[in-house]
Structures are given as structure tokens and as C-alpha cells.
């Protein structure tokens, strides 16, 4: 073999070895004993975490303790709002503010009125111990129940008390300016629609939404198969989340899903664990009377493109098909296939990939990294054959 040749040889294997090494996923060991003192600040983070979830339990515990109350018996109409107490606020804005509820109530085609409608601002620090921030507070809160008897759904809206009145002129003209020229865009009820319209969901339902689906109603507006965006985007949306800290294992599974496989879909509808990020915001939601924390960072496996979920379930089979999965008492997946005629997975996976694509199953990989890989080799091997010929002419 020619000298110039084995050079180029040598140098091919070394680029292939070099690859493979880059492409093998690195060894890790664990993280071994910790010292005491290392644990000392990770113990005091835990405790502190333990105070957070445990003062905005209380927190949520307060606030309903009188809402519900307030809306069922001054609601006229089935509907309720109010505000906390402040000199600035006027008269005419209340009255703008309630009729534009109204109009997104009447808009609504509501098969059970049943549901009395809250629609209240709250104060971010009513209740709260100063200099101790609650966890999940944020622009919206749904809280759902019974008082005496009479259902109810609320949307609590947290804001800063320093620039609440200017805060609230600027949302009505925004609001008044967006349905003005967008009128099938509105999403103010926001989570309370799904109850406005077809009552309180059966008590599996129920269970299913407080732990993190009732995210599937925060978008009421967006047409069924109508893409968020354009599909690189969505694509580059979802590439995002998938390296996103925290979500660890369910990248897998929502691959999985994206690839054809119902039961990985089913996982990512169904398991808590899949259904939202912030695991204390679902430690609020289970020891008080919230329902939802709209304004916190828990968010399902395919972040906001689920927020139209349920509208689109409730376009592709029906105003009374979903009424029927919405209250019924059977668990979340028979009460799905008995109401639409599908399982849940399979119809997961078909819209999952409507929205965002398909992607390949099995240990194969991405490719972005073989066309990479290919290209590194072929540039190494060209300038291998180039470094060979000059020393030749040399």
C-alpha cells in the first residue's frame, strides 16, 4: 500500500472512530455519598418548598372559602364578578367589564344552565404572608364545586394591587379591540368553559382535569386541524420542549406517541406524571379547592398545542358526544371510547400527528445527525486525499 494511500486510510478510521465516539452516549457514575454540608442547602430548598405548597394551600382555602359563596348568591343571570376594594375604580368600568362576560356567556350554545359563572380579580398578596411568595400564582385561577347545592365554576384573576385599575382599563380595551375585529378568537372563560356549556364533569372526569387535562380548555377559539403554526415551527416548538429540563423521561414517550405508538399516547393523556411539569402546583391543586392554576409553568407533554384539545374533540364528534365523555362516571379512557367510538390512544396519535408530524420508531438515529456525520466524513476524507497529493508533488 502506497504511503500516501495508508495516510488516508489512517486518517478515515481515525475520523470514523472520532464520530463514533461523539455519536455513543457519554458513561455516568452516579452521584455517590454527599458530604453533610453538602446536603444542608438542598434540605433547607426541600423545607422551604414544604412552606410554599403549604402557605398556598391556605392561601386557596381562604379565597374560596368566600368566592363561592359571593358568586352563587349574588350572581344575576347565573353570572357573578367583582372586584377587591379600590377608590380608583369606577362604576362604568365594573359595568364594562361584567357586560363583556355577558357576551362571551351568551355567545355560548349552553346545554346546561345549571353552572353559576364567577368572574373575580383578587389582590396578589390577599392572604398571603409578606415576603413569602405562594406557589402558582399567576393572571388566572379556576376553582370548580357545589355551594348549598348550586354548581359553580370561577376564574380568579391575581394582580398586583399597585396597577390594578390601569392594568384592568388597558385588558377591557384590549379585550373590546380583539373581539371587535376577531369576534371567534375570544378566550376569556378560559378552563369554565367546558362547565358553562355542559355542566360539571363526571367525578373520574373530574379527577382526570384536577390533575392537569382541565390545560386541554385553556384555548376556545382555534378551528379543528388548524395548525398552530407553520410546521417548522411547530416542529422547532417541540424540539424545544424536548430538551427542556424537567421533562426527562416523557421525551421518549412523546416520541413514542409521535411515531404511532397509542399506548405511549394514552401515557402522555392520562398519567399525572405526564400531564404537568410543576409537580407543586399539583400538590396545591390536591390539598385546596383549586381546580386549575392557569398563570403557573404546569404544562402538559406538547405545551400549548393542547390547549384547543377539547374544542377540537368537540368539533370532530359533536356538541353531545363530548357532553356524553364529559359526564360521565366511567374512568377517563372507557368513558372516552363509549362517548366518541374510538380509544383514546388511537385518536391521540392521529392528532398528534395532524399537528406536529411523524417521527420514526425504533434505535435509529436523527437525520440531522447522520447527514452530519456523512458530511464530517466526507470532508475529512477529501482533505486526507488533498494532504496525500501535495506531499507527492513535494
Not at 463514533?20 to 452516579?30: F, R
Not at 357576551?103 to 345549571?114: G, I
Request: with cysteine; proline share 6%.
Amino acid at each position: 500500500m502506497a504511503f500516501g494511500m495508508r495516510h488516508w486510510v489512517a486518517t478515515l478510521v481515525f475520523s470514523l472512530a472520532t464520530i463514533a465516539i461523539w455519536l455513543l452516549p457519554p458513561e455516568g457514575s452516579g452521584p455517590g455519598r454527599r458530604s453533610g454540608l453538602e446536603t444542608v442547602p438542598s434540605r433547607a430548598n426541600a423545607a422551604l418548598v414544604d412552606l410554599r405548597v403549604a402557605h398556598s394551600t391556605l392561601q386557596r382555602i381562604r379565597w374560596a372559602d368566600s368566592l363561592p359563596a359571593l358568586a352563587v348568591k349574588a350572581a344575576q343571570g347565573k353570572l357573578a364578578t367583582g372586584f377587591p376594594p379600590h377608590e380608583d375604580l369606577q362604576d362604568e368600568a365594573r359595568d364594562a367589564f361584567r357586560a363583556y362576560v355577558q357576551r362571551e356567556v351568551d355567545a355560548l350554545d349552553r346545554r346546561d344552565t345549571r353552572v353559576t359563572l364567577g368572574y373575580f380579580y383578587q389582590p396578589f398578596r390577599h392572604a398571603g404572608l409578606p415576603g413569602l411568595p405562594a406557589r402558582g400564582q399567576g393572571p388566572k385561577e379556576t376553582y370548580v364545586g357545589t355551594y348549598d347545592g348550586e354548581p359553580y365554576c370561577l376564574q380568579v384573576r391575581v394582580v398586583d394591587g399597585t396597577d390594578f385599575v390601569p392594568g384592568l382599563m388597558r385588558n377591557l380595551a384590549d379585550w373590546e379591540r380583539i373581539s371587535g375585529r376577531k369576534p371567534d378568537r375570544s378566550n376569556f372563560l378560559s378552563a369554565c368553559r367546558p362547565y358553562a356549556r355542559f355542566g360539571l364533569a363526571g367525578t373520574k372526569i373530574q379527577e382526570w382535569l384536577e390533575n392537569g387535562a382541565l390545560g386541554f380548555a385553556a384555548g376556545n377559539s382555534r378551528p379543528i386541524t388548524q395548525p398552530v403554526g407553520p410546521w417548522w415551527m411547530n416542529r422547532a416548538r417541540l424540539s424545544y420542549w424536548l430538551t427542556t429540563p424537567g421533562y426527562g423521561g416523557r421525551s421518549l414517550t412523546i416520541k413514542n406517541c409521535m411515531a404511532g405508538r397509542s399506548d405511549a399516547c394514552l401515557a402522555l393523556m392520562t398519567d399525572p406524571a405526564h400531564l404537568s411539569l410543576n409537580k407543586e402546583d399539583q400538590r396545591v391543586i390536591a390539598r385546596s379547592p383549586a381546580t386549575w392554576l392557569g398563570g403557573s409553568r404546569a404544562r402538559s407533554s406538547f405545551g400549548r398545542f393542547d390547549d384547543y384539545l377539547f374544542l377540537d374533540l368537540e368539533k370532530e364528534f359533536g356538541a353531545e358526544a363530548f357532553q356524553r365523555f364529559w359526564t360521565s362516571e366511567q374512568e377517563v379512557p372507557v368513558a372516552f371510547e363509549q362517548a366518541f367510538g374510538v380509544e383514546l390512544g388511537m385518536w391521540t396519535v392521529s392528532w398528534v400527528q395532524s399537528l406536529m408530524g411523524t417521527v420514526e420508531a425504533g434505535p435509529r438515529l436523527p437525520g440531522h445527525t447522520i447527514w452530519l456525520s456523512l458530511l464530517t466524513v466526507t470532508f475529512l476524507a477529501g482533505f486526507a486525499g488533498s494532504w496525500s497529493r501535495r506531499r507527492r508533488v513535494a
